[in-house]
């Protein structure tokens, strides 16, 4: 079984430029969390979806948007880049809920210059 | 929100060494794992584990849910075990109960 697929894998981008991420969680999986990892703030959460509604948001700003489709593939939209953007974006999957195992992608390393 | 402390934050071991990596965690929860970050960033899943004992190999992990902590132990390591060991969290149904919150992890540095 495929694992979680997160595209593109490095990107980089300019201060003011946007940038959409994706991510196509395991087979069968139904919910989707995105977490942002720098070195100062560590692993934090983004936001999770489930049925292309957003189950909960964690506490960035709006610039930070995302949008789950009907095959459970997700986007995560990041407007008007900021120098303090630059991290590694990390999906995961899992078949519900945040109570059972979350499986991670690769990740998609973002630097903004 | 709930608060994940891990311990220690840095260890230096000699191949072959045994090590134990703590995990204290704030609050009840409904999910625990254990995942292995290496250094080109891929986070593997090692243990799913909020409650008991398992082992996959050399690795094994204990979460005792009453007193909110988990054990990651490694037996034998290896040079490949290098990397950042994070624990991670959620709460039970509430707010907080679709995210994981993990802690500020172990960096793990094995030498031959």
């Known amino acids: 079984k495929a694992g979680v697929t997160q595209t593109p894998r490095y990107l980089i981008k300019t201060r003011g430029q946007q940038v959409t991420l994706s991510c196509s969680p395991i087979?069968?999986?139904?919910?989707v969390s995105w977490y942002q990892q720098t070195p100062g703030q560590g692993l934090q959460f983004l936001f999770e979806?489930?049925?292309?509604?957003?189950?909960n948001k964690g506490n960035f700003p709006g610039r930070f948007s995302g949008r789950q489709f009907s095959n459970s593939r997700s986007e995560m939209n990041v407007s008007t880049l900021e120098l303090g953007d630059s991290a590694l974006y990390l999906c995961?999957?899992?078949?519900?809920?945040?109570?059972?195992?979350?499986?991670f992608g690769d990740g998609t390393r973002l630097s903004i210059l | 929100g709930i608060q994940v402390e891990q311990s220690p934050p840095d260890l230096i071991l000699q191949e072959g060494a045994n090590s134990t990596l703590r995990c204290n965690f704030s609050?009840?929860?409904?999910?625990l794992q254990w995942f292995h970050q290496n250094p080109w960033g891929q986070l593997i899943n090692l243990f799913y584990?909020?409650?008991g004992t398992k082992q996959n190999g050399r690795l094994s992990a204990t979460t005792v849910a009453t007193e909110r902590y988990s054990l990651l132990y490694i037996s034998s390591s290896q040079t490949t075990d290098s990397g950042v060991y994070f624990c991670?969290?959620?709460?039970?149904?509430?707010?907080?109960?679709?995210?994981?919150?993990f802690g500020k992890g172990t960096k793990l540095s094995v030498i031959p």
């Open positions: 584990i909020p409650s």
């Open positions: 087979s069968g999986h139904r919910s």
């Open positions: 979806y489930f049925s292309e509604t957003q189950r």
């Open positions: 609050d009840s929860v409904n999910n």
């Open positions: 995961a999957s899992s078949l519900l809920s945040g109570s059972q195992p979350q499986h």
């Open positions: 991670a969290v959620s709460t039970h149904p509430g707010a907080g109960s679709y995210q994981l919150t």
